[in-house]
């Protein structure tokens, strides 16, 4: 009943905030921080979320689950970078901030990037970027449209990492291939296990009742140390997604499936499972967020994970969000609930 007045009061909170979002805008002005010149234009942008937890003494307060300081930007017509600077855990009162890079990366294009005309033919990455695995999963939250994590994404697949990945597009904006190797041990560890990391994947799109459909398959093989070792690891992980998406609003509905081998010296795993995903629009300022997803075999020793999320998602503003969010998960032990509220500031 505790989780349900706080949800409750969260709804209220949000109801009031809608009221207030038109004269909100009138106040403030999407900044929009840049420095320009003629041939070279040069962005800066802040992304950041804060949150407020209610819930567990162990949870409950105040954190930033995400910080970036991003600089990107042409150098020439074919080359456009990235770097990025954020912090390496989750701050809360516990936590002292530890801000360093935790992106950096070149694209050499064939052509210049244009989605109106489609002139787009092959991508090389090159430097500390997250492969093009899922289009729900970043490691940097606030590239998503929605509050949070998924738990299964968070648990199999790879981070930000230092390597290269080609991609190609012979059917402009319907048809891609992607494949990537990778150092395959984190931002900054050092590779003394001989790790390795491996990606591809396909997607297709069309369109559907003026609706986007993308379908995509992609793998993940991770590797370690000499099967002879007490260090050694060999993970593959495969993910099939399918996105529908609306052009004109903020409308997406997604579905997966995620299944692989998880095997080290002393254990194998062949986690299996899925999720739904929904962000579904109810005015120009208010969305509505839910997800439910199931993960067996994680090989982690705590079971079957199980977990919903959903809530309001509010557009006070095209450079401020709010977020509230009903989590209930089931992670081995006793089941977990969560309730927390997020600000999103993306400028």
Known sequence: MTALRQLVFLLTLTQAALFAAPELEEVLDPPIPEVESESNPVQVGLRMDAAYHAGGLSIQGFSLPSVRLT??????????????????????????????????????????????SGAFGAKLRLGLFTPSFNPWWSPDLTDLPIPDYQTSHSLLFIGRDLGAELSFEPVPQQLTFFAGAFNGNGVFAQNTNGARAFAVGVKGGFFVQEKKLSVGLSGLLREQADPSSVN?????????????????????????????????????????????????????????????????????????????????????????????LYHYLENGGSPETLVSARLRIVI
Do not use: C
């Open 71 to 116: 600089v990107w930007g042409q150098a020439a017509e074919w080359i456009d970078y990235r770097f990025s600077a954020g912090q390496t855990r989750e701050w809360s009162s516990a936590l002292l901030p530890q801000l360093m890079p935790v992106e950096g990366f070149v694209d050499l294009k064939t052509a210049k990037l244009d989605g109106a």
């Open 232 to 324: 050694f690891r060999s993970d593959s992980t495969g993910n099939l997604y399918a996105v529908l998406e609306s052009p004109e609003s903020t409308f997406k509905l997604g579905a997966e499936l995620i299944f692989g081998s998880l095997n080290d010296s002393t254990r194998s795993a062949s986690p299996f499972g899925g999720a739904f995903t929904l962000l579904l629009p109810w005015s120009n300022q208010l969305d509505f967020f839910a997800r439910a997803e199931w993960l067996g075999g994680s090989g982690n020793g705590n079971g079957t994970i199980k977990s919903f999320q959903a809530g309001p998602v509010l557009h006070l503003h095209p450079s401020l969000k709010v977020f509230g």
